[in-house]
């Protein structure tokens, strides 16, 4: 059974950072297209960064480049979204996802496999 887990949310003062975790069970992320998605309250779940099986990395939100970053480590995979000069309109609900392919994808149901999510608040 492929079970996924992000850690590390929390809350946070405008301008401080983050690192959000996502491990799996079932599965190794090392092999996987790995993505994080964010919802906010009230709005669509929406793809932030992906990285691919073969390291290509993919931001889909115009709002959080230069501040966000994906990362993989380890012989398991462990995916990372180093997070820093956090705003308040990043405040959401933060998932890890992945899928079976060589490429990245924006779209929630091309991924086989997701967590249950890491709350990331953003506030003074």
């Known amino acids: 059974q492929v079970q996924l887990v992000e850690s590390g949310g929390g809350l946070v003062q405008p301008g401080g950072s983050l690192r959000l975790s996502c491990t799996a069970s079932g599965i190794n992320l090392f092999y996987r297209t790995v993505a994080w998605f964010r919802q906010a309250p009230g709005k669509e779940r929406e793809a932030v960064l992906c990285i691919s099986r073969n390291e290509v990395m993919t931001y889909y939100a115009d709002s959080v480049k230069g501040r966000f970053a994906i990362s993989r480590h380890g012989n398991k995979g462990t995916v990372y979204l180093q997070m820093n000069n956090l705003k308040p309109e990043d405040t959401a609900a933060y998932y890890c996802?992945?899928?079976?392919?060589?490429?990245?994808?924006?779209?929630?149901?091309?991924?086989?496999?997701w967590g249950q999510g890491t709350q990331v608040s953003v506030s003074s």
């Open positions: 996802a992945a899928r079976d392919s060589l490429y990245c994808n924006s779209r929630t149901d091309m991924f086989e496999s």
